[in-house]
């Protein structure tokens, strides 16, 4: 019997979290054929990969990405490609583009996702073509998609489309029966035509974008419960999930996600809330989350968070970035998207006065640790000040304090000041045990938002040296089994999609590492241009030595550092509906399906 592919004396996951072993893969027809400890009959196989001394494990799961935009324009999505990331999940924090169309789009995603709204307006006109879920499937299927799909339908995106965008963010608005009822109808359409559920969100320092609404939170956040029950018993009686990020200001309502996902006299509502997260700001906080969830699982529940599991590192250019939208003051200043005004906001004395108190301020959850002192320097037009924290410039000019520092160099240099800091997951021990906790899921990269902000498209492969580094230094917290199986297996699983597992019969969605390279490359910084967004630098990761091939559907798209001629010319992934069997892509439909 002849093979598409043999990847031979690899050391073999399954996915399941079963004990790995040297085995010799068989692919055929977009399938794996054959596992075996022997060889396989090599004739007439055109591709034979020696896998000596390397991982073979099955693609990796994002299960929180902003794609949305991306996808319509740029369906390879060959970022993640070529960190073995093989399955998407679209449609994260309420935020999708099944229903909006593109100025509402562009208000949704601008801001709150940092992606520049001109260019979401322009992907959403220029592409739409669908007005429910079904057709929204089928536009995806018809371009040359990279890795498999599967997605949220967005509250924010169905409230908009239904209520409009002023009335869906005003306080004392509410939908009708009607709308009400139409809400309720877009989703039930969406889960029969395999979403894994819906996302919303309450978390109230994103901001919209554009000019009417500007400012004001996302549409799911003015949301009644309600209309939040309704929508929610929906997704109970599918056994679908919702994905929320709650109000963290708000402990009832954080305890209220919490509490909703059990059943008593009703189904479970599966829930992935965000995040998981071992904050600066909060060191304590993370003790209780796993705990919690723990705690609801036991009692009935069906309950997730979601965790980043790589330090949580971003960077900015100036004042531009989500982590100021969280106090009035910053929040002042992100509002006012006109230069000459902004710099005359940040130079106003009464201004700086209240910008000192809030970042001084104690009291309240909050996400930025807010410290100069921690935050460093990368790029400036002055370079003197290139490898200081803001609080060293302050004493540098003579006990300046770090507020007026920080904002004395954004009036003088804007954009052109680069900086960093690290908000959360610093601590390698807390980031082992929240690996091993079994409330916490491995995902929240936002890889296609925040795109001068942040990185963690690999952040699958840190996770995996991670647990490397600790076994060869004879301190293992987690086997290499069990965090492939976290990876992919056990996120399949859970969101009841086709993908993640590596046996015969399976979907050939794989991935070869190499282990040796598991190493401090993984953390340099890159950049590449975007083309669908005018060319804009955004930050990536680069490890091409770690991934040495890449594999959706038993085609490859990822060889020796490079994406292959298919990637962006032929479809090699498809949308996975949930709780279907998904088939192989086969070559011809591949072809068929090119865009050019």
Same mark, same amino acid.
């Given at each position: 019997m002849s093979y598409d592919t043999i990847i031979r004396n690899g050391r073999w996951f399954d996915g399941t979290g079963a004990p790995s072993a040297v085995r010799t893969i068989g692919i055929r027809d977009g399938h794996v054929a054959a596992v075996t400890p022997g060889d396989l009959d090599e004739t007439g196989c055109p591709q034979v990969i020696d896998a000596t001394g390397k991982w073979v494990l099955p693609g990796m799961l994002d299960i929180h990405t902003h794609y949305d935009v991306e996808v319509l324009g740029g369906p390879s999505l060959s970022e993640s490609l070529r960190h073995g990331v093989t399955t998407v999940m679209l449609g994260s924090c309420s935020l999708?583009?099944?229903?909006?169309?593109?100025?509402?789009?562009?208000?949704?995603?601008?801001?709150?996702?940092?992606?520049?709204?001109?260019?979401?307006?322009?992907?959403?006109?220029?592409?739409?073509?669908?007005?429910?879920?079904?057709?929204?499937?089928?536009?995806?299927?018809?371009?040359?998609?990279?890795?498999?799909?599967?997605?949220? &339908?967005?509250?924010?995106?169905?409230?908009?489309?239904?209520?409009?965008?002023?009335?869906?963010?005003?306080?004392?608005?509410?939908?009708?029966?009607?709308?009400?009822?139409?809400?309720?109808?877009?989703?039930?359409?969406?889960?029969?035509?395999?979403?894994?559920?819906?996302?919303?969100?309450?978390?109230?320092?994103?901001?919209?974008?554009?000019?009417?609404?500007?400012?004001?939170?996302?549409?799911?956040?003015?949301?009644?419960?309600?209309?939040?029950?309704?929508?929610?018993?929906?997704?109970?009686?599918?056994?679908?999930?919702?994905?929320?990020?709650?109000?963290?200001?708000?402990?009832?309502?954080?305890?209220?996600?919490?509490?909703?996902?059990?059943?008593?006299?009703?189904?479970?509502?599966?829930?992935?809330?965000?995040?998981?997260?071992?904050?600066?700001?909060?060191?304590?906080?993370?003790?209780?989350?796993?705990?919690?969830?723990?705690?609801?699982?036991?009692?009935?529940?069906?309950?997730?968070?979601?965790?980043?599991?790589?330090?949580?590192?971003?960077?900015?250019?100036?004042?531009?970035?989500?982590?100021?939208?969280?106090?009035?003051?910053?929040?002042?200043?992100?509002?006012?998207?006109?230069?000459?005004?902004?710099?005359? &906001?940040?130079?106003?004395?009464?201004?700086?006065?209240?910008?000192?108190?809030?970042?001084?301020?104690?009291?309240?959850?909050?996400?930025?640790?807010?410290?100069?002192?921690?935050?460093?320097?990368?790029?400036?037009?002055?370079?003197?000040?290139?490898?200081?924290?803001?609080?060293?410039?302050?004493?540098?000019?003579?006990?300046?304090?770090?507020?007026?520092?920080?904002?004395?160099?954004?009036?003088?240099?804007g954009r052109s000041l680069r900086w960093r800091t690290t908000i959360s997951n610093h601590r390698p021990e807390v980031l082992k045990k929240l690996a091993r906790d079994s409330g916490i899921q491995m995902g929240f990269s936002d890889a296609g938002a925040h795109l001068r902000n942040m990185a963690f498209y690999n952040m699958g492969l840190r996770l995996l040296r991670h647990v490397r580094d600790a076994e060869l230094a004879g301190r293992p917290f987690m086997s290499v089994e069990r965090a492939v199986h976290r990876l992919t297996g056990e996120l399949a699983d859970w969101y009841r999609i086709d993908a993640g597992h590596l046996r015969v019969g399976d979907r050939a969605d794989v991935v070869v590492i190499d282990p040796e390279h598991l190493d401090g490359v993984l953390d340099r910084y890159a950049e590449e241009p975007v083309a669908q967004y005018g060319g804009l630098s955004r930050m990536v990761n680069r490890n091409d030595d770690t991934v040495t091939a890449v594999f959706v559907g038993g085609r490859a798209v990822f060889l020796d550092g490079e994406l292959t001629d298919v990637v962006g010319s032929q479809r090699t992934g498809r949308f996975l509906r949930a709780a279907h069997r998904a088939p192989a892509l086969g070559v011809q439909e591949g072809v068929l399906a090119h865009v050019g």
């Open positions: 999708s583009t099944v229903y909006v169309d593109g100025p509402d789009a562009g208000d949704i995603f601008g801001r709150v996702e940092a992606i520049p709204r001109e260019y979401v307006i322009d992907a959403v006109d220029r592409h739409k073509t669908w007005t429910n879920g079904e057709e929204y499937i089928a536009a995806l299927e018809s371009r040359p998609l990279g890795p498999n799909l599967a997605a949220f &339908l967005g509250h924010s995106d169905m409230r908009a489309a239904t209520m409009g965008l002023d009335r869906a963010t005003r306080k004392d608005e509410r939908p009708t029966r009607s709308e009400q009822a139409q809400m309720e109808a877009m989703l039930a359409e969406a889960l029969r035509a395999g979403f894994v559920g819906m996302s919303s969100q309450q978390l109230l320092f994103d901001k919209l974008d554009g000019e009417v609404c500007r400012s004001r939170t996302l549409p799911s956040t003015y949301a009644k419960p309600r209309e939040l029950r309704r929508l929610k018993s929906l997704l109970r009686r599918r056994g679908r999930i919702l994905q929320s990020g709650p109000d963290i200001e708000n402990p009832a309502n954080l305890g209220s996600q919490l509490v909703q996902s059990l059943g008593v006299i009703r189904n479970p509502l599966k829930t992935s809330l965000l995040s998981a997260a071992d904050v600066k700001s909060n060191p304590v906080a993370v003790k209780t989350l796993g705990p919690a969830a723990r705690l609801i699982n036991r009692l009935g529940g069906n309950f997730r968070w979601q965790h980043l599991p790589v330090p949580f590192e971003v960077y900015a250019d100036g004042i531009d970035l989500v982590i100021f939208e969280e106090f009035g003051a910053g929040a002042a200043a992100l509002h006012l998207r006109d230069e000459v005004e902004r710099d005359a &906001l940040l130079t106003d004395e009464a201004y700086r006065r209240r910008f000192r108190k809030e970042y001084e301020s104690k009291f309240g959850l909050r996400v930025w640790h807010r410290d100069f002192f921690d935050a460093e320097i990368v790029d400036c037009p002055d370079t003197s000040v290139i490898g200081k924290s803001f609080g060293q410039v302050g004493r540098d000019r003579g006990g300046v304090h770090p507020v007026d520092a920080f904002l004395d160099l954004v009036v003088e240099h």
